[in-house]
Structure formats: structure tokens, C-alpha cells
T-cell receptor, first 113, second 114 residues
Framework: DAGVTQSPTHLIKTRGQHVTLRCSPI?????VSWYQQVLGQGPQFIFQ???????GRGNFPDRFSARQFPNYSSELNVNALLLGDSALYLC????????????FGPGTRLTVL | KQEVTQIPAALSVPEGENLVLNCSFT??????LQWFRQDPGKGLTSLLL?????REQTSGRLNASLDKSSGRSTLYIAASQPGDSATYLC?????????????FGEGTQLTVNP
């Protein structure tokens, strides 16, 4: 079975631009979460979606938004990019409950110049 | 606010050595704890998940323990190999009213020298 997939792998943008990152969960998984990992630090929670509804939001500005589609794939959107948004963006999927293992994709490396 | 700390930040050992990585968390009201491995520039690979009702989990050369009351977990790696070189992250899973999130430590960077 395919694991969590993310696209694109790498992305270079300039300040002020907008970016869309995509994630496809493991087949059968209905929950998708997004994390930001700055170099040298642990991942920070951004959003969790389940059944197309937002179920959790981390401490990120409104420039960050996300959505989940009927097939459970998800998009993370970031507007008005700042240099500090440069990071590895990770997507994780799970069945749902807090007791379920979360599986991560390979990430999207975003560089903002 | 939950805080997760991992000690040491970096560790270098010779091949074959047994080693222990430490993880501590400030709020013991967790559902479970998960250990991950991350290779440079890559995503996270799940190693072990310990439910809050469990004391330990084992997978091959890896053994993870959990002591909720003291807010501590350890990851024991037996007979280390150069292929074990990576950053190891622990994360606690907090279930909110309508969701769950992982709170991560900053990781321990492990180097196993041949």
C-alpha cells in the first residue's frame, strides 16, 4: 500500500507570494494533520482535519489555511509568504482516534527568498 | 501548555553499543507517546507507539518505556549500527475535545560510528 504522499517535493517562492501544498493520506485514513518543521527543531502542529472539518488549529497566523476534500486529501495554503515560513512542511494521516499511530509523508521543502 | 524535552541533543557512539535516549513531558494527561526517526531532509518514520495504559513497547532492537506519573519516556537501542544514525523524535499525543495533536521534542541527533 502507498504511504502518505506530498507534492511538490521542493518549492522556492519569494516574499509576498502564495503557496499551495498537497497531501494524500494512506488509503482508509480519514484524518490529516499538517506540521511545520524549521531546521533544527521539532515539528510544530498547524492543523488537523477529519471528515472535511477542521478539528484542531495550532498557533499560526491567519495567513495559514487548509482544507480537506471528499477523498480525504488535503491542501495547505500560505498567503503573503515571509522569510520565516521557510521550513519542511509535513503531512500526517491516521484513522482518527488519539490512540491511532500517525504516519508522516516525506514533506515539502519550502524556501522563501 | 505541554512541553517536551529530549536529552541529550546529540549523541555519538561506537558501533555495537547499547544506548538510551530520554524524553520528558510536563503534562501527564496524555493519550499516548510516539517515537519517530528522521533522516536528514526526510519525513518522519514511526518507530513505536505506547498507549497511556502501557509501560513499554518493543520492536526488534528497540524498546520504549513510558512512565506517565513522572512524565518520562526512554528509547533503548540495542547493539547500535551505523544505519541507526538519524534524529530521533518523541511526541506526546494530546486529545482535545474534537481532535488530537502531536507535541514534539526537538530531537536527539544520533551518530553511530563504524
Amino acid at each position: 500500500d502507498a504511504g502518505v504522499t506530498q507534492s511538490p517535493t521542493h518549492l522556492i517562492k519569494t516574499r509576498g507570494q502564495h503557496v499551495t501544498l498537497r497531501c494524500s493520506p494512506i488509503s482508509g485514513h480519514k484524518s490529516v494533520s499538517w506540521y511545520q518543521q524549521v531546521l533544527g527543531q521539532g515539528p510544530q502542529f498547524i492543523f488537523q482535519y477529519y471528515e472535511k472539518e477542521e478539528r484542531g488549529r495550532g498557533n499560526f497566523p491567519d495567513r495559514f489555511s487548509a482544507r480537506q476534500f471528499p477523498n480525504y486529501s488535503s491542501e495547505l495554503n500560505v498567503n503573503a509568504l515571509l522569510l520565516g515560513d521557510s521550513a519542511l512542511y509535513l503531512c500526517a494521516s491516521s484513522y482518527w482516534t488519539a490512540t491511532d499511530t500517525q504516519y508522516f509523508g516525506p514533506g515539502t521543502r519550502l524556501t522563501v527568498l | 501548555k505541554q512541553e517536551v524535552t529530549q536529552i541529550p541533543a546529540a549523541l555519538s557512539v561506537p558501533e555495537g553499543e547499547n544506548l538510551v535516549l530520554n524524553c520528558s513531558f510536563t503534562d501527564s494527561a496524555i493519550y499516548n507517546l510516539q517515537w519517530f526517526r528522521q533522516d536528514p531532509g526526510k519525513g518522519l518514520t514511526s518507530l513505536l507507539l505506547i498507549q497511556s495504559s502501557q509501560r513499554e513497547q518493543t520492536s526488534g532492537r528497540l524498546n520504549a518505556s513510558l512512565d506517565k506519573s513522572s512524565g518520562r519516556s526512554t528509547l533503548y537501542i540495542a547493539a547500535s549500527q551505523p544505519g541507526d544514525s538519524a534524529t530521533y523524535l518523541c511526541a506526546v499525543i494530546e486529545a482535545e475535545t474534537s481532535g488530537s495533536r502531536l507535541t514534539f521534542g526537538e530531537g536527539t541527533q544520533l551518530t553511530v560510528n563504524p
